[in-house]
């Protein structure tokens, strides 16, 4: 069982809808990291956050430390947010990451 | 800031041979990582630097497969002898250490890959 979980797996909405994907994890961690990447690209970081709420645009973080569970919410949808969108965590006592893997989001206009 | 600056972005090279990947991390950033992304896997740590200095290296897959940082602005990861298996995106990540960053800077900045085809 990965420590790092995301669901869903695929995901394929119409332009303008809001998106949500989940990241839920293991046990205790220092901060979570929401990554986006696009076919053949790199590795770009959304978020990093360890409590609450962050935004930025139409993109949206959240997470839940009692529950340990995080959400990445994308309002007005657009095709050029098709990516595969990444949760990462570094456990406490740890620097390094490990990955969820990953949602593949479509958006067809 | 130009980045995470990797090099090469693409390599194809036969079974056998040496392969050596380089990173040039953001500057001030004290901590160094290679991850590897392959489709039967997805992203993998393979090694972490803190400060020039390996730190966590269990992801290396086995002796072939060798990482330097001879200083703040450069790394290396080396395979010798490379095999086909090894085909997949190598990233390099840097990000700065947490006890002299604030909460706000933790974040990491990814390289844009080296996609390394061994055949």
């Known amino acids: 069982k990965n420590e790092v979980e995301q669901s869903p797996q695929n995901l394929t909405a119409q332009e303008g809808e809001f998106i949500t994907i989940n990241c839920s994890y293991s046990?205790?961690?220092?901060?979570l990291h929401w990554l986006q990447q696009h076919p053949g690209g790199g590795i770009v970081s959304l978020f990093m956050?360890?409590?609450g709420k962050k935004k930025h645009g139409r993109l949206i973080a959240t997470i839940n430390i009692q529950e340990k569970h995080s959400s990445l919410h994308i309002t007005a949808s657009h095709p050029r947010d098709s990516a595969v969108y990444i949760c990462?965590?570094?456990?406490?006592?740890?620097?390094?990451?490990?990955f969820g893997q990953g949602t593949r989001l479509t958006i067809n206009p | 800031d130009a980045g995470v600056i990797q090099s090469p972005r693409h390599e194809v090279t036969e079974m056998g041979q040496e392969v050596t990947l380089r990173c040039k991390p953001i500057?001030?950033?004290?901590?160094l990582f290679w991850y590897r992304q392959t489709m039967m896997r997805g992203l993998e740590l393979l090694i972490y630097?803190?400060?020039?200095?390996?730190?966590?290296d269990s992801g290396m897959p086995e002796d072939r497969f060798s990482a330097k940082m001879p200083n703040a602005s450069f790394s290396t990861l080396k395979i010798q002898p490379s095999e086909p298996r090894d085909s997949a995106v190598y990233f390099c990540?840097?990000?700065?250490?947490?006890?002299?960053?604030?909460?706000?800077?933790?974040?990491?900045?990814f390289g844009s890959g080296t996609r390394l085809t061994v055949v």
């Open positions: 956050l360890s409590s």
């Open positions: 990540a840097s990000s700065p250490t947490r006890r002299r960053a604030k909460p706000s800077n933790y974040g990491y900045t």
């Open positions: 500057s001030g950033h004290n901590s």
């Open positions: 990462a965590v570094s456990f406490q006592g740890a620097q390094k990451l490990v």
């Open positions: 630097f803190n400060n020039n200095v390996p730190i966590d």
């Open positions: 046990v205790g961690i220092s901060a």
